[in-house]
Nanobody, 127 residues
Framework: VQLQASGGGLVQAGDSLRLSCAAS????????MGWFRQAPGKDREFVAA????????YYADSVKGRFAMSRDNANNTVYLQMNSLKPEDTAIYYC?????????????????????WGQGTQVTVSS
């Protein structure tokens, strides 16, 4: 499967952005999805995860209450709604997919668990 992330940009602190991740290719498989981010000089870190059923979500403490992940399985797209953005949210954001036929409500927070990655979209938040 191929993942295409979009929606990044330059915003001011307090603004909102919605990232999208469109999947193409073998979209008949069942995928748990995740968003990760990587700031310059730092490791890629977990942001949010969503089960393929859409019934379970999990967020990093740093974004809890501000970010919300959702999916539209009919259009093979997942979203990350980011509100109240802070300068420390500045990073390249990556979406990832994990094939999971067995556990419709399972989420994955470790980047090593994911099978496919998108190319990333830059989010820059100015103070």
């Amino acid at each position: 499967v191929q993942l295409q992330a979009s929606g990044g940009g330059l915003v001011q602190a307090g603004d909102s952005l919605r990232l999208s991740c469109a999947a193409s290719g073998r979209t008949s498989s069942r995928y748990a999805m995740g968003w990760f981010r990587q700031a310059p000089g730092k490791d890629r870190e977990f942001v949010a995860a969503l089960s393929w059923s859409g019934g379970s979500t999990y967020y990093a403490d740093s974004v809890k209450g501000r970010f919300a992940m959702s999916r539209d399985n009919a259009n093979n797209t997942v979203y990350l709604q980011m509100n109240s953005l802070k300068p420390e949210d500045t990073a390249i954001y990556y979406c990832a997919a994990k094939v999971d036929w067995k556990s419709p409500d399972r989420i994955y927070a470790l980047k090593e668990a994911y099978d496919y990655w998108g190319q990333g979209t830059q989010v820059t938040v100015s103070s």
